[in-house]
């Protein structure tokens, strides 16, 4: 490619912003997609994650419990439990 190629700049630029639009339009479509998914989904197999925080001076120690569904990845649930104890 020529540097200063002001023609050859311009007709990148096109393309990219064309590439741009189909990309939003996939985009849009792969968020459909998984959002169908996600609904028909029964959920029947989940995996469950436990993250530990262990807090400090003012705060108390916690675990957050997050139940994400194995098949199509969606968050069902999370729970926070907070500790009586102070680390
Ligand atoms: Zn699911």
Redesign the pocket.
């Known amino acids: 490619m020529v540097k200063g190629d002001v023609e050859v700049v311009i007709e990148l630029l096109k393309l990219h912003k064309r590439f741009r639009k189909k990309a939003v339009k996939f985009n849009k479509r792969a968020a459909e997609a998984l959002r169908e998914a996600?609904e028909t989904?029964?959920?029947e197999d989940v995996e469950v994650e436990y993250h530990y925080n262990e807090g400090g001076y003012m705060d108390k120690a916690s675990t957050t419990t997050l139940t994400t569904?194995?098949?199509?990845?969606?968050d069902l649930k999370t729970e926070t439990k907070t500790h009586n104890y102070y680390s």
Do not use: E, M, S, T
């Not at 569904?69 to 969606?74: G, Q, S």
């Open positions: 996600q989904c029964p959920h569904c194995k098949l199509c990845k969606k």
